[in-house]
């Protein structure tokens, strides 16, 4: 089974930098996404950024391009998101989130099958 577990939110100021971590296990190291969306209260999911596993290409979102990457280390089978030059809007709960790239689909229309539990990032003006 895929176990997802997510570190490194927090509370920051405007203009300052965390870095999520996403660790995995029990997963695909092949044609699958490795993602991360977030959502903030009253507000839909949203896809932040996205890897292809195993091609190592990279996606984020218009909303964050420039301030945010994301990342892979293939010995720790870990996913990570750098985040530079937060925002207040950035403030959600984030999650980490796996699934195999079906046919069609886009890194933010792909059916993620594996959640993590999420981890909060609060940004303070």
């Known amino acids: 089974a895929q176990v997802l577990a997510e570190s490194g939110g927090g509370s920051v100021q405007a203009g300052r930098s965390l870095r999520l971590t996403c660790a995995g296990s029990?997963?695909?190291?092949?044609?699958?996404?490795m993602g991360w969306f977030r959502q903030a209260p009253g507000k839909e999911r949203e896809a932040v950024a996205a890897?292809?596993?195993?091609?190592?290409?990279?996606y984020t979102a218009d909303s964050v391009r420039g301030r945010f990457t994301i990342f892979q280390d293939h010995g720790r089978n870990s996913v990570y998101l750098q985040m530079n030059g937060l925002k207040p809007e950035d403030t959600a709960m984030y999650y980490c989130?796996?699934?195999?790239?079906?046919?069609?689909?886009?890194?933010?229309?792909?059916?993620?099958?594996?959640w993590g539990q999420g981890t909060q990032v609060t940004v303070e003006p």
């Open positions: 989130a796996a699934g195999l790239k079906r046919a069609g689909s886009s890194w933010q229309t792909n059916e993620y099958d594996y």
């Open positions: 890897i292809e596993i195993g091609g190592g290409k990279m």
């Open positions: 029990g997963y695909r190291l092949r044609n699958t996404f």
